[in-house]
């Protein structure tokens, strides 16, 4: 049994450099950094590794009186992560006298019985004054780093592993991996709530609460899935320069990062092309797709057969992508929720699905049969052998054949959508090749010509 990795939980108040130093271990610009204190609104957590020992590494918000219920489950999660975390290490700057807040900080850490380090951050702007008075804050072990220097941060990395359990390598346990993408307010983070039962995504009723990407693990049948919720995306003309663009850029590398994308569509709000877009860039990162119709329990218009017309309605819309199956949810209700992780593991599967050659031959010679290649500019295209990729991430296939370039994308399309129906690829995009036979490409393929 794999070992549980330790988690180290940064704290602090707003602004004193714990998304920077976050993304300084990362190696990657991960969590939102920006001079708007109080960028960071979720927890977010990261899996990964100094010196060969891993751990869990947690970004929080920051930490201050809540002046309304949205700022105090901001407050809530903090509280959560320091429980949760191994170690906890409380930031502050060097350049601001101690405040109220860094001392309900300190409090609230020592608190929990948790080994908690003081890392005093920025000292590069301490010019030289005395840092001493910030042993009243009660914390015996103080570390002083500048996350814009890089110093101090390796000391503080090394000690901090040496009073943990080492582990060598990360769970071996191979996830699932899930995002959830839409427009903002279309209910995402109340899905990723329902899927993980537990209240670890904001959910409010203002649109955009959600900036970094969030991550919850849910065991499901055996299988371990990892949900990403994602900020709100709006069309190009809305998004604001700053912490705004780069929510959308966390958008974009949670669908790279992921085997199957959800995406959320406001029932309420069906005709709306940003949608087609968001799942154009799916399709586009050749990621399996499930369209998620939220908000179904205040369906303003709804009535027995209202499911079947908005079914009608996404097929012509979203035509460029006809094998991606449509849910109707209620994260208020749980309806379908469950059914959401069936159809999961079941893309999942189909992505992993090797076809043997022989098979994929004996459907390639009935299609051509039953509807001869139509080509461009008088050419009559042929086509002669197929194999699947072996080592692609998503069900590849190479056809070969003579004057393959001219063959017409709805001849395309049909043997696509034969060869969905005939092997089951359902909800996973597939990719075809058309390649021209060569002598040296038969050779490669230890094929032997008729």
Not at 342 to 371: F, P
Not at 405 to 414: A, E, G, L
Request: proline fraction near 3%; include cysteine; charged fraction near 25%.
């Amino acid at each position: 049994m794999a070992k549980k990795l330790p988690i180290i939980a940064i704290v602090g108040r707003a602004n004193v450099g714990k998304s920077s130093l976050f993304n300084n271990i990362l190696k990657q610009k991960y969590a939102v950094v920006a001079r708007e204190a109080g960028t960071t609104r979720d927890s977010i957590a990261e899996k990964t590794s100094f010196k060969g020992n891993y751990f869990w590494l947690v970004d929080t918000a920051g930490a201050k009186d809540p002046q309304d219920k949205f700022e105090m489950t901001i407050q809530d999660q903090i509280k959560e992560a320091i429980i949760g975390a191994d170690v906890i290490w409380m930031l502050t700057e060097a350049n601001i006298p101690l405040t109220d807040d860094d001392r309900k900080i300190a409090k609230l850490a020592l608190k929990n019985n948790k080994k908690v380090y003081l890392v005093i951050n920025k000292i590069d702007q301490a010019h030289n004054q005395n840092l001493d008075y910030f042993e009243r804050l009660g914390i015996k072990d103080i570390y002083k780093i500048s996350v814009v220097q890089n110093k101090g941060i390796e000391v503080l990395l090394e000690d901090t592993l040496y009073s943990l359990p080492q582990v060598k390598s990360p769970e071996q346990i191979e996830s699932i991996k899930v995002s959830l993408i839409g427009r903002p307010n279309v209910g995402k983070s109340s899905l990723f709530n329902a899927l993980a039962k537990k209240q670890q995504a904001i959910v409010a009723d203002k649109a955009g609460t959600t900036r970094d990407v969030n991550k919850t693990t849910v065991r499901y049948n055996g299988t371990e899935i990892e949900f990403m919720d994602t900020a709100g995306v709006r069309r190009n003309g809305k998004i604001q320069v700053g912490i705004e663009k780069f929510s959308v850029l966390r958008t974009l590398w949670a669908i790279e990062k992921s085997n199957v994308c959800l995406l959320l569509i406001d029932g309420n709000e069906l005709n709306v092309k940003l949608d087609e877009k968001l799942a154009g860039l799916i399709k586009d990162s050749s990621k399996g797709l499930i369209i998620v119709i939220t908000k179904w329990d205040d369906y303003k218009d709804k009535t027995p057969y209202s499911s079947d017309a908005i079914i009608k309605l996404l097929k012509n819309n979203f035509d460029f992508v006809p094998w991606a199956p449509v849910i109707f949810t209620s994260s208020v209700s749980g309806q379908n929720v469950t059914k959401i992780f069936d159809l999961i593991l079941e893309i999942y599967e189909n992505q992993q699905r090797k076809v043997q050659t022989s098979q994929l031959n004996t459907w390639l010679k009935l299609a051509v049969q039953g509807h001869p290649p139509a080509g461009l500019k008088n050419r009559n295209p042929k086509l002669n052998y197929i194999v699947q990729e072996k080592d692609n991430v998503i069900p590849s296939f190479k056809i070969f054949g003579s004057q393959t370039k001219f063959i017409h994308w709805s001849y395309k399309r049909y043997l696509e959508r034969s060869l969905r129906e005939k092997f089951d690829f359902s909800g996973c995009s597939i990719e075809l090749w058309f390649i021209e036979k060569n002598k040296r490409n038969f050779e490669s393929l230890n094929i032997k010509e008729d």
